[in-house]
């Protein structure tokens, strides 16, 4: 964006989520940076992003992802966990960016450091869409190793999303540690049964 510049792309990922934390991840990539299949990661497959991160993790100059818990998400809310996030991943970083380019419309001021909000940024920028990526799949992975210890949710599929599945299963099983208490978890209509 800017020529000369240290720049970091910051995204987040599981802020719709009903289980798991929130990930996010700042990413610097080099100077003149090409790679034309990185786009923003929800377009892409699961296989295909697993691909980019490993030229992600070994290209960028520095990368950090962070994360904040369901206990941290239902006291900040999920937007403040979502920008605590994004601070832990930049205070992370090896180097300090000189401008921090923010995928959406919501960001605080990390230290003294400028930045910029970019609607629909991980299609516009090769650091958000980098950080998008990172975001995803440490969040995946994260979400999978939970499904084995809670196969009942339908985590390794799902994500900790709100789908049909992972409702029933909580109308059925009620909710575990890992679930976000401030969320709406079932759909109103549904009675509590725990």
Same mark, same amino acid.
């Given at each position: ?28 990539l ?11 990661? %929800?377009?892409?497959?699961?296989r ?16 950090a ?7 941290e ?6 937007l ?18 000189? #401008? ?16 910029s ?6 299609? %516009? ?10 975001a %995803? ?17 339908g ?23 890992? #679930? ?9 209509q ?5």
């Open positions: 964006m800017h020529a000369g510049v240290t720049e970091a792309g910051c995204d987040e990922a599981g802020r719709g989520c009903l289980a798991g934390p929130v990930y996010a991840a700042a990413v610097i080099p100077p003149g940076f090409r790679c034309d299949q990185l786009n923003d990661s %929800k377009q892409l497959s699961e295909k992003r697993d691909q980019l991160r490993v030229v992600i993790e070994q290209e960028a100059l520095s990368y992802v962070a994360s904040c818990s369901p206990e998400i239902d006291r900040l809310n999920i403040g966990a979502s920008i605590e996030a994004m601070h832990r991943a930049l205070r992370s970083l090896g180097l300090i960016p000189q #401008h921090i380019l923010v995928d959406g419309n919501r960001f605080l001021p990390y230290e003294q450091i400028p930045h909000c970019v609607i629909k940024g991980d299609g %516009k920028y090769m650091a958000i869409a980098a950080a998008s990526i990172l %995803k799949t440490w969040r995946d992975e994260q979400m999978r190793e939970l499904g084995r210890l809670f196969p009942q949710y985590w390794s599929r799902n994500k900790g999303y709100p789908t049909r599945e992972h409702r029933e299963a909580i109308r059925i099983h009620g909710i575990t540690p890992h #679930h976000r208490r401030s969320f709406a978890l079932l759909e109103q549904l009675p509590i049964g725990f």
